[in-house]
């Protein structure tokens, strides 16, 4: 309200950025597009050096070596859209010989989880006992045991059997979860994060097994969350669809830092379609101390160090941001949107006369009891849009950065498209292939 009647104290960014037909910053000059698919594409998951999977609203799931594109195979199973994906690497018996076979975890909403083995692409296991519907997928980092949490809460061990199922008094579904120190899980339930801890439970004098105890329910966001991040075992971060960011301890469970932007930053989402929640965190990612927040059309950058909001861009996109990440070999930030669009992002230095007044404009920061309600003065940055990636013809859905290899990008016309780096490409080729024959002379000098 005081920014109406005395008048707005940063630069507006009403519109959407455009980039020159020339952009030399942007490094993904040459494209490979990947079909298969015959609906949207939702789901992009790295199994290991060479492969990747997608998976989306056809039921399908397709396994494809981003080093060349080819499709690999095609597993088939689901009868519905699939809901979330994971991998686990751990053996599911421990008497194969071998060690380390690698098993894909699929959920759907035909309320089915399947087991798959891709080396041999056959189904290893359907679990469909548990009858409920799995939004999120979660393998543990030890006891090689994983979580499905949807309208219940269910643990499962490496093979498949069904250790606990816990049910949950909640109105809404758990949408994501995350695992943090010791043994301890935080689900997002509503408004609220459940916290809870891997341990064993007795259900008879004589037999004990792994179960879940309730440790606490965290309450500070307004409104539904409907993002977490792990990003060490000191703190994690959950953004709700009111536009909070929390920053919370790993260890304390207590909330470290809470961004939220105001109601009047500018940008808003040009599509009906985003105008609901305008503001909605749908998507964080971490890079070294740097937080990036998917933030309705925008994007944030936060510093977990400085703990100050370093960058901020309100209408980064024509509509709602659906991802966004750094790049591994590059300076740069892609995010992803619903317009069809992918950006390239560049930190800049802030030009401004004041950064305290452009950063006091957009951000309220509040910091928990006893907090002055001033905010400190921090080095601002800009993003600056450095290239656009454009081949899609429908919403963006997600990203997936392969380092060298170059940028996946999957979406609602059905494609993928793996972005390649046209002035390293060739020496990519020319790696792999004499790292190949390397390793056939080292293979052939053995046998002799």
């Not at 994906?85 to 309320?111: E, F, G, K, Q, Y």
């Not at 849009?385 to 429908?394: A, I």
């Amino acid at each position: 309200m005081l920014s109406r009647l005395l008048g707005r104290r940063y630069p507006t960014e009403n519109k959407v950025p455009q980039v020159a037909d020339e952009q030399p910053a942007n490094p993904f000059t040459e494209l490979q597009v990947l079909s298969g698919h015959t609906d949207i594409v939702r789901y992009l998951l790295p199994l290991d050096h060479y492969r990747f999977v997608s998976a989306g609203d056809d039921g399908t799931i397709i396994v494809w070596n981003f080093q060349t594109g080819e499709r690999l195979c095609v597993l088939h199973g689901h009868t519905l859209p699939i809901s979330a994906l994971a991998t686990l690497s751990c053996p599911v018996n421990l008497d194969m010989l071998d060690p380390h076979p690698l098993l894909l975890l699929s959920a759907s909403s035909d309320r089915t989880i399947h087991m798959w083995d891709v080396e041999s692409q056959s189904l290893l296991k359907a679990l469909g006992d548990h009858n409920c519907s799995v939004k999120c997928l979660l393998v543990l980092r030890r006891e090689d045991l994983w979580l499905a949490g949807g309208s219940t809460l269910l643990l499962w061990n490496r093979g498949g059997d069904l250790l606990y199922k816990m049910m949950g008094n909640f109105e809404e579904d758990i949408c994501s979860m995350i695992e943090i120190a010791d043994s301890r899980v935080v689900a997002a339930v509503g408004k609220d994060l459940a916290v809870y801890r891997l341990a064993f439970c007795s259900f008879s004098e004589s037999a004990a097994q792994w179960g879940l105890r309730e440790l606490a329910m965290l309450k500070s966001h307004s409104d539904d969350v409907h993002s977490l991040l792990h990003v060490s075992d000191g703190c994690f971060v959950s953004g709700s669809l009111s536009g909070e960011m929390v920053v919370w301890s790993g260890v304390s469970l207590v909330a470290l830092q809470k961004i939220k932007v105001d109601e009047d930053t500018p940008g808003k989402c040009l599509e009906h379609n985003s105008q609901l929640y305008p503001s909605g965190i749908y998507y964080l990612s971490s890079s070294r101390q740097l937080l990036f927040a998917a933030v309705g059309c925008g994007v944030c950058v936060y510093d977990l160090v400085t703990q100050r909001v370093v960058a901020w861009r309100g209408a980064a996109h024509g509509s709602r941001v659906t991802a966004i990440t750094g790049l591994r070999d590059s300076d740069l930030l892609v995010s992803s949107s619903e317009d069809g669009t992918a950006h390239l992002w560049k930190l800049q230095p802030y030009t401004a006369q004041s950064a305290f007044l452009s950063y006091a404009g957009v951000f309220n920061l509040l910091r928990g009891p006893g907090f002055s309600g001033q905010i400190p003065v921090t080095n601002r940055w800009n993003l600056e849009l450095e290239g656009d990636l454009v081949g899609h013809s429908g919403a963006v859905e997600a990203l997936l950065d392969l380092g060298s290899w170059g940028l996946v990008t999957c979406s609602a016309d059905h494609l993928l498209i793996i972005w390649r780096n046209g002035d390293t490409w060739p020496d990519v080729i020319h790696s792999r292939e004499d790292h190949q024959e390397a390793k056939f002379m080292s293979t052939k000098k053995e046998k002799v």
